[in-house]
Structures are given as structure tokens and as C-alpha cells.
């Protein structure tokens, strides 16, 4: 049962273009939802993180965008540099558990950036 | 200095054996976690602690068990070990209500 889906394996953009990754929810209890990006080799790093109070958040060069009718999110990453290249995580989770966050991740889209 | 670290990175060995993941965090959060990345790459939850205590506990089997003997410290034993236990686990802390910092992660292959 995928909670969390991230419908586009990979995803192939322009230096300079905007990325926009995307990601589908079920469960209508999750109420945080983040995004990670993980390079090779390496453990996922937190990347920028929303509240289900909110609709958008911005971070620089990042903005995820949140539509609860549709359970849906999306990153976007303007613009898009080469070290952007990665996977990037979608979670989701619902009440903490003792302050313990049950992230429910996404299969991962791999970004690829090109000169 | 890394802020969660995990040992050994890779780990090859036969079906039946016992094995443990030893991971220390840095960062003085009070939560743990282990979670397993499978072959088709999702992450997901097996157990966390909270300043030594199990507060999730998915549904695992009873070989993998989990151990904090402080709450800077979480190892994961894995008893009769199985091929689909093969498999990339990651260790991560946070602080409450916080994002998890996960550490390089620990490639286990059963033979």
C-alpha cells in the first residue's frame, strides 16, 4: 500500500531551467510533509519542509507548493544548477509519535541537470 | 565531523548468520531511528527510540532487534540472517517534532 508516490522515476532539465518534481499522497491524515535529496553513496539530506496549514514555502532556489484537495506537492528548484543533480525523496507523515516523526517516503525521482 | 555515523558501511555475509549496525549521532537529539531502503529504493520505518526507549516499533520480523544503551547510540542486530534481508539501512536522529538526519547508510548482502 503506497502511501506516498512519486509518479516520475526521472526527470532530465536544463541548466538554469526550472525542475519540477512531483509528488501524490493517500492518506489524508498526514499533515508534514518534506522533501530529501540524496546523492550517491550518501544518506538523504533534508531539503525544505511544509506544514498542512500552508500552502507554499520558500528556501532559496526551492519552493515546495502544497495542494491538500488534490494531495498533492511539488518542488521546484529555480534555477536548476548542476549540482542539483540527485534523488529526491518526497515524505510525509502524520501526528508524532512522542516527538518521533513515522516519515512515509516516496520511491525517489532521479533529477538530472544538464550543462 | 559527521553528525550521524554508521559502521560498517558494507557488510557481505551467508545466509544464518548474525550481524549487528552500530550507529552514533552527534547532534544530541533525543530520537533514533532505523530505516530500510529495499530493492525497489523506498525507505521505510522498522523502529525509533526515544532517549533509550522503543516508541516505534513496525512490523519486523523477531530477528532484527534493536538496542540504545544510550541516547546517542542505536545498533541494530540482525540474528539468522536471510536474503531479503539484503538491503541498504539507514540510521537517523532528530530533535522532537523535528526533521530526521540520516547517516551514509549500511549496504548489507546475505549470500
Known amino acids: 500500500d503506497q502511501q506516498v508516490k512519486q509518479n516520475s522515476p526521472s526527470l532530465s532539465v536544463q541548466e538554469g531551467r526550472i525542475s519540477i518534481l512531483n509528488c501524490d499522497y493517500t492518506?489524508?491524515?498526514?499533515?508534514?510533509f518534506l522533501w530529501y535529496k540524496k546523492y550517491p553513496a550518501e544518506g538523504p539530506t533534508f531539503l525544505i519542509s511544509i506544514s498542512s496549514i500552508k500552502d507554499k514555502n520558500e528556501d532559496g532556489r526551492f519552493t515546495v507548493f502544497l495542494n491538500k484537495s488534490a494531495k498533492h506537492l511539488s518542488l521546484h528548484i529555480v534555477p536548476s544548477q548542476p549540482g542539483d543533480s540527485a534523488v529526491y525523496f518526497c515524505?510525509?507523515?502524520?501526528?508524532?509519535?512522542?516527538?518521533?516523526?513515522?516519515?512515509?517516503f516516496g520511491q525517489g525521482t532521479r533529477l538530472t541537470i544538464n550543462p | 565531523d559527521t553528525a550521524v555515523s554508521q559502521t560498517p558501511k558494507y557488510l557481505v555475509t551467508q545466509m544464518g548468520n548474525d550481524k549487528s549496525i552500530k550507529c552514533e549521532q552527534n547532534l544530541g537529539h533525543d530520537t533514533m531511528y532505523w530505516y530500510k531502503q529495499d530493492s525497489k529504493k523506498f525507505l521505510k520505518i522498522m523502529f525509533s527510540?526515544?532517549?533509550?526507549?522503543?516508541?516505534i516499533n513496525e512490523t519486523v520480523p523477531n530477528r532484527f532487534s534493536p538496542k540504545s544503551p544510550d541516547k546517542a547510540h542505536l545498533n541494530l542486530h540482525i540474528n539468522s540472517l536471510e536474503l531479503g534481508d539484503s538491503a541498504v539501512y539507514f540510521c537517523?536522529?532528530?530533535?522532537?517534532?523535528?526533521?530526521?538526519?540520516f547517516g551514509e547508510g549500511s549496504r548489507l548482502t546475505v549470500l
Open positions: 515524505a510525509a507523515s502524520k501526528e508524532p509519535i512522542q516527538g518521533a516523526q513515522k516519515l512515509v
Open positions: 537517523a536522529s532528530s530533535r522532537p517534532y523535528g526533521e530526521l538526519f
Open positions: 492518506n489524508s491524515m498526514f499533515d508534514y
Open positions: 527510540y526515544n532517549n533509550k526507549e522503543l516508541i
